[in-house]
C-alpha cells in the first residue's frame, strides 16, 4: 500500500524522501530511541486525550474478572507497570483490587517509564488519588530496566503498544528488543503471576489506518522510515518546541504476538480484538521458550 509523503522536517534538518531498502532502513543520522522520548515528553501533558489508539482500564478489569482467580502472593498483589504512561490504568487497577479483592490487605506496585513528564504526570495522579503507600514510580528505560534478583510480581501490565513501541537507536532489531524485554518478563512473573500486553493490531492496520494514508491529525507516516507490509511505521509529530520528533510504532498479527510470546516462554491464556487493538492474558510457560 502507498503511504502519503508527509511535510515534515526531521532531527538536523529536512529529509529527502526516496524508496529504501529493508537494510538501508536501520541506518539514520539520529536516535529513534531518544526522538521516541521526546515525542513522549511532548505528549505528556494532553496524554492519553490525543491518542485515538488509547485503551481503558476498564478494558483490563474486565479480562480480570473473567480469570478464574487473581494470582496473588498471600494477601498482598505485586503489580508491575511497563511503560506506565501518566498512571492511569496501575492507579485503576490497584484501585479495583483493593475494593473488590476481599482476601487483599495491601498492593505493592512499581511503575516505569523512560518520559520523565509522563512520570511527573503519573506522580501528580498517584498523590491526588491518595495511593504513594501503594504506587511507586520510576523514571526508567525499560530496554535497560533489570528487576532485582528475587524479585517477583502477581501481575505486570504492558499496555497501549508499550512493546511494540521498543526501538533503539536504529529502527532494525526492534524484533530482538521485544523477545529481550519479553524474556525478563517472563523471568519476573511469579509461578501464578500474568502479563496483561495490549498491542496495535495489523488488521485495523491494513484496513482502517493504511486506506487513509494517515495515522491521527497530528501524526504523519514516514515512508521512506516505514515498512507498512511488515507492520512498521515511524510516525513524526510537531511537537511545543518548534521540531518535529518521531517514535516507531510496529503493529501485530496474533499469529505474530503468539509466537513472540512463546518464544520468550509465555503462553496466552486470553487474547481479546478490541478496535485497533490485540488484548491478551498471558503466562509463563514452566516447560521453557522456544
Known amino acids: 500500500m502507498q503511504v502519503t509523503e508527509p511535510t515534515r522536517i526531521s532531527p538536523g534538518g529536512p529529509l529527502e524522501v526516496s524508496p529504501t531498502s529493508a537494510a538501508e532502513r536501520t541506518h539514520a543520522p539520529w536516535s529513534f530511541r531518544e526522538e521516541s ?3 513522549f515528553d511532548d505528549c505528556a501533558p494532553t496524554y492519553p486525550a490525543m491518542d485515538p489508539f488509547w485503551g481503558d482500564a476498564s478494558e483490563l478489569i474486565s479480562e480480570l474478572e473473567h480469570m478464574d482467580a487473581v494470582p496473588l502472593a498471600g494477601n498482598e498483589m505485586r503489580m508491575l507497570d511497563l511503560g506506565c504512561g ?3 490504568h496501575l492507579i485503576e487497577l490497584a484501585r479495583w483490587a483493593l475494593q473488590h ?6 498492593v505493592r506496585a512499581l511503575g516505569l517509564d523512560f518520559s520523565p513528564r509522563m512520570i511527573e504526570r503519573a506522580r501528580a495522579r498517584v498523590a491526588n488519588g491518595k495511593l504513594t503507600k501503594q504506587i511507586r514510580l520510576l523514571q526508567r528505560d525499560i530496554l535497560k530496566w533489570e528487576s532485582p534478583a528475587n524479585e517477583e ?3 505486570i501490565l504492558c499496555l497501549n503498544n508499550t512493546l511494540g513501541n521498543l526501538v533503539g537507536d536504529a529502527v532494525g532489531g526492534s524484533h530482538r528488543l521485544r523477545e529481550e524485554t519479553l524474556r525478563k518478563v517472563r523471568d519476573t ?3 501464578t503471576g500474568v502479563l496483561m500486553l495490549s498491542v496495535f493490531s495489523r488488521d ?3 484496513t482502517e489506518v493504511l486506506p487513509r494514508s494517515g495515522y491521527t491529525k497530528d501524526r504523519h507516516i514516514d515512508p521512506q522510515w516505514s515498512s507498512p507490509e511488515n507492520g512498521d511505521l515511524v510516525l513524526w509529530r510537531h511537537c511545543s518546541d518548534g521540531s518535529d520528533h518521531c517514535c516507531f510504532s510496529h503493529w501485530f498479527s496474533p499469529s505474530e504476538l503468539r509466537s513472540e510470546l512463546r518464544t520468550a516462554g509465555l503462553d496466552i491464556a486470553r487474547l481479546t480484538c478490541i ?3 490485540l488484548l491478551c492474558i498471558a503466562k509463563a510457560n514452566h516447560c521453557g521458550g522456544g
Open 189 to 191: 512473573l511469579a509461578p
Open 204 to 206: 485495523y492496520l491494513e
Open 86 to 88: 501518566v498512571g492511569i
Open 101 to 106: 479483592l476481599p482476601q487483599l490487605i495491601s
Open 37 to 39: 522520548r521526546r515525542l
Open 275 to 277: 478496535g485497533s487493538r
Open 153 to 155: 510480581y502477581d501481575t
